[in-house]
């Protein structure tokens, strides 16, 4: 590497003085000695080190190594990094608008974007593509970096893939413009029973309240009188989203969340008369998965007794970020505040034992057995508070806990079937299914409904997945109840919904056997939320 002087590096090393700045304005003279010290450091480095450095690289680890000892949620992002972390959560990105599995090295399109760039050209659920203007893309190379690199680009321009089509002799070649494509922060929306309605949102993005509204209007013109609202594995967003989303739930002036910090005033954020379901049975399903706004969302529902949350213990971030734009683009997330749920509740779990530790909790939660027992977790009396209006007994200082438990089930999932996915046998093979079948399933099964109560996986087709896994190497198990499990044949028929449909079925269909889902329903359909006295009218 050979030293450099840029321009980039004096930006950089100048907006780390502000920072340095900003820190003498609050602790006074050690901090100039501070960013004194620093300036003189890298000079040193880079006059007297016994080989050319990159200054551009030291700055960089300069800024990522001083967040690093600060909490596991302030980061720096290079300009790339931050522009692949803004995408899912602005809610569009520009490319040719297919999902896809890498399957034995092979780039395999599970569906098209509707209409995006490639279902318009005739791209299929199952096509497999082979090349890339021009270039091989299978093989060991074939990662997902190496897909997005080929197949994202700017608006407009224009790529050729060549497309292996099963029952066709030869590659079909297909240019494809790209365009705009959205993200959705929604992964389904249906009716569970004729009164329950079900949302599961993945992300909190620019679009999901769009989103939301307008599958509550569609779930409420169906008859939905109370929702599900499953926030399992959602691990946040935007914090405005969170408070607007909560708002839909909350009675006017009720407060969802205030924040506090060192140099951040304080900020409450109140609810409004704005919302479309401040009345009906209210449950949220939650696990080790949901963080950040989604523990926001279920705190201040379960503080204001609105609703109850079914599920396990949320993961524990309570630290709010705001971003520092730098000259080069690149920018620094850094925490200024902790959130705090309306009963003063602080959610985050403690980092004081590192980076490291930190993110190994959940591992931790496993291994203590917390994950399949309520009876493993433990909270000091500091961490108790009461509800506003019931007076019921919740905890903070590590993540929301839920008003039900759920244990994980880590029996369910026969070896025979963990096979079928690693291998990505299951998923090949429901892809061919549903190809080869698709036109007399559509006309058999008019919609996901219908094929829902209707479509069974009969033993014949368990046989055709047996064979095509046996062409793939993976041997039958012996053992036949391993074989043949309502998993297995629950997996396999949300499987071929989704190659039909969209995601939004296989999880209308896979939640068949959820518990925590079930759970909701039963909670809903008996008199629990009479018993506890829990709002819905």
Request: charged share 25%.
């Amino acid at each position: 590497m050979k030293r450099i002087a840029s321009s980039s590096i004096i930006k950089r090393i100048s907006v780390l003085f502000l920072l340095f700045s900003f820190a003498i304005a609050l602790h006074g003279q050690n901090s100039v000695d501070a960013s004194e010290k620093f300036r003189r450091a890298l000079r040193i480095v880079s006059f007297a080190y016994v080989d050319p450095v990159d200054e551009d690289d030291l700055v960089e680890d300069a800024i990522r190594g001083m967040l690093r000892e600060l909490d596991p949620h302030s980061v720096y992002l290079s300009a790339e990094e931050l522009r692949r972390a803004n995408e899912p959560l602005l809610g569009s990105f520009e490319g040719i608008g297919v999902q896809f599995n890498i399957i034995n090295d092979t780039i395999v399109v599970v569906s098209p974007v509707p209409g995006g760039p490639s279902e318009k050209v005739g791209i299929l659920p199952g096509d497999k593509i082979v090349t890339i203007d021009g270039e091989v893309a299978t093989g060991s190379r074939v990662t997902n970096e190496f897909v997005m690199e080929r197949l994202r680009g700017t608006k407009g321009t224009q790529v050729n893939v060549g497309i292996h089509r099963r029952g066709s002799s030869s590659i079909l070649e297909f240019n494809i413009t790209r365009d705009q494509i959205p993200i959705n922060s929604m992964d389904a929306a249906f009716m569970a029973t004729p009164e329950i309605g079900y949302i599961k949102l993945n992300r909190f993005s620019r679009t999901t309240m769009n989103e939301f509204r307008d599958a509550m209007n569609d779930l409420l013109a169906q008859g939905m009188m109370h929702l599900i609202l499953d926030l399992s594995y959602n691990s946040g967003g935007f914090l405005d989203v969170a408070i607007d989303l909560a708002d839909q739930f909350l009675e006017r002036d009720q407060l969802i969340v205030y924040t506090e910090g060192n140099a951040a005033p304080t900020q409450r954020f109140n609810s409004t008369r704005a919302g479309n379901f401040k009345s009906g049975k209210l449950v949220i399903m939650i696990n080790e998965g949901s963080a950040s706004a989604s523990e926001i969302v279920a705190g201040a529902v379960q503080d204001w007794d609105r609703g109850l949350l079914v599920g396990r213990r949320s993961f524990g971030k309570g630290l709010v970020q705001r971003p520092f734009d730098l000259p080069d683009g690149s920018a620094i997330r850094l925490t200024t505040a902790r959130y705090m749920t309306p009963t003063g509740r602080s959610i985050q779990k403690p980092y004081d034992e590192g980076t490291d530790q930190y993110y190994r909790d959940l591992t931790s939660r496993l291994e203590s057995g917390e994950l399949v027992s309520a009876d493993n977790i433990q909270f000091p009396d500091s961490l108790r508070f009461l509800t506003k209006i019931n007076k019921r007994e919740v905890f903070g200082g590590g993540g929301i806990t839920p008003d039900f438990f759920i244990p994980l089930d880590t029996t369910r999932v026969s070896e025979y079937y963990s096979r079928l996915l690693r291998s990505g046998a299951i998923n090949t093979f429901s892809i061919e299914y549903a190809n080869e079948n698709r036109a007399q399933l559509l006309n058999r099964y008019t919609n996901v409904e219908n094929y829902n109560q209707n479509f069974q996986v009969t033993s014949d087709l368990l046989e055709k997945l047996y064979a095509h896994a046996e062409g793939q190497g993976i041997e039958r198990m012996e053992n036949k109840e391993d074989m043949r499990d309502e998993f297995l044949d629950l997996q396999l028929k949300a499987l071929i919904a989704r190659n039909l449909w969209d995601f939004s079925a296989f999880i209308q269909i896979r939640m068949q056997q959820d518990e925590a889902f079930l759970r909701a329903i039963e909670i809903m359909q008996d008199n629990t939320f009479e018993e506890l006295n829990i709002k819905f009218r």
